[in-house]
C-alpha cells in the first residue's frame, strides 16, 4: 500500500456542487499539506497542518476548506465547485521531528468541474 | 517571502548528452532545496535535496545539483540523459523558521531527443 493515499484519483464534477478529497497516510507523519497543480503554474500551497487542533491558509485558500479528522487523515472540500477548480491535487505529508528533509507526495487527484 | 524561479519551461536535449535544468530563488534567511520529478500521469517523486552541509548533493537516477548561496541557485545536472528521464521537473524551497510547506517553481519539461 502506498504512504500516502489519495480518494478518488480521478472525478468529474458539475458546477455548484459539493465536493470532497481525501487523504490517508501512514506514514506517522504530524503535517499534512493540501497542493493544487496547474499547467505552466507548477504547485501551489492550498492549507497545512500542523497537528490535528493546528489548521492553516496556504497561497490560495479560497473557495477551499479542510479537516483533519485524524493525525492520519486531511481532506479538502470545495463548497461550491466552479470550473477553475479544475486541477490536479496533491496530498503531502512531513514529519517535524526530522526536520525538514521529508516531504511525501501522493499520487494525485484530478479533478474536473464542468 | 520566498519564491522560486525555473528558467526554462522546455529543456530539449539528445539523448546521452548531459543536461542542466536552472533554478534561481528568492529568500532573505536560510533555506532548504529540493528537486522533484514527475513522471507523465504520476505524482511527484524526490530527486535529492539540499538541508545543509556539502554543497554538491547527489541523487536518484544519476542526477546531481549545487547549491550556490552567492548566485541563489540551484541547478540540476546530469552528464547522460536517457530517454526515460523526459518528465516534468521542479525546484522547490522551504525557508528554514518560516511558515511550512513547500513553494514550488513554474517546472522545467525535460524532453530527451532519440
Known amino acids: 500500500d502506498a504512504d500516502v493515499t489519495q480518494t478518488p484519483r480521478n472525478r468529474i464534477t458539475k458546477t455548484g456542487k459539493r465536493i470532497m478529497l481525501e487523504c490517508s497516510q501512514t506514514?506517522?507523519?504530524?503535517?499534512m499539506y493540501w497542493y493544487r497543480q496547474d499547467p505552466g503554474l507548477g504547485l501551489r500551497l492550498i492549507y497545512y497542518s500542523f497537528d490535528v487542533k493546528d489548521i492553516n491558509k496556504g497561497e490560495i485558500s479560497d473557495g477551499y476548506s479542510v479537516s483533519r479528522q485524524a493525525q492520519a487523515k486531511f481532506s479538502l472540500s470545495l463548497e461550491s465547485a466552479i470550473p477553475n477548480q479544475t486541477a490536479l491535487y496533491f496530498c503531502?505529508?512531513?514529519?517535524?521531528?526530522?526536520?525538514?528533509?521529508?516531504?511525501?507526495f501522493g499520487s494525485g487527484t484530478r479533478l474536473t468541474v464542468v | 517571502a520566498q519564491s522560486v524561479t525555473q528558467l526554462d519551461s522546455q529543456v530539449p536535449v539528445f539523448e546521452e548528452a548531459p543536461v542542466e535544468l536552472r533554478c534561481n530563488y528568492s529568500?532573505?534567511?536560510?533555506?532548504?532545496l529540493f528537486w522533484y520529478v514527475q513522471y507523465p500521469n504520476q505524482g511527484l517523486q524526490l530527486l535529492l535535496k539540499y538541508l545543509s552541509g556539502s554543497t554538491l548533493v547527489k541523487g536518484i537516477n544519476g542526477f546531481e545539483a549545487e547549491f550556490n548561496k552567492s548566485q541563489t541557485s540551484f541547478h540540476l545536472r546530469k552528464p547522460s540523459v536517457h530517454i526515460s528521464d523526459t518528465a516534468e521537473y521542479f525546484c522547490a524551497v522551504r525557508e528554514g523558521g518560516g511558515a511550512d510547506g513547500l513553494t514550488f517553481g513554474k517546472g522545467t519539461h525535460l524532453i530527451i531527443q532519440p
Open positions: 503531502a505529508t512531513s514529519d517535524s521531528s526530522t526536520g525538514y528533509g521529508g516531504y511525501t
Open positions: 529568500s532573505s534567511v536560510s533555506v532548504y
Open positions: 506514514k506517522g507523519h504530524d503535517r
